[in-house]
C-alpha cells in the first residue's frame, strides 16, 4: 500500500504546548499526564493520562459533567473528584478561535 491509497479527512501541522505532570492525589492515586495546548479543539486541551495511554479532550465544561473523567479514565467516582480538582487549575476558560 501506498500513502496515495488512503483518503485524508484531515492533515495538519501546528505548534502546541505540552505539559507533563506526576502527583499523588490525597488519596494516593498517582497521575502521570501530558496536557496538550492547541487550537485544534476549540479551546479545549488533549489531556493524556500516561501510564495506561488513554486521552479525553477536556475543558472546564467537562469537569462539571457527570461521569466523563471516569468514563475516558476508567477511574472511580472518588480518584475522578480529585482528578477534577487539579484539571480545574490547568484547563483554564476555553476560549473559541476560527
Do not use: H
Not at 488512503?6 to 505539559?19: M, N, V
Amino acid at each position: 500500500m501506498v500513502l496515495k491509497d488512503y483518503d485524508f479527512l484531515s492533515d495538519s501541522t501546528e505548534q502546541t504546548s505540552t505539559r507533563f505532570v506526576t502527583f499523588i492525589t490525597p488519596g494516593l492515586k498517582r497521575f502521570d499526564l501530558a496536557i496538550l495546548t492547541t487550537n485544534r479543539f476549540y479551546g479545549k486541551k488533549l489531556v493524556t493520562d500516561l501510564m495506561f495511554g488513554r486521552s479525553a479532550i477536556l475543558g472546564p465544561d467537562d469537569l462539571e459533567e457527570e461521569g466523563v473523567l471516569e468514563a475516558a479514565f476508567r477511574i472511580s467516582e472518588e480518584e475522578a473528584a480529585e482528578l477534577a480538582q487539579f484539571l480545574t487549575l490547568v484547563l483554564g476558560a476555553v476560549n473559541f478561535t476560527d
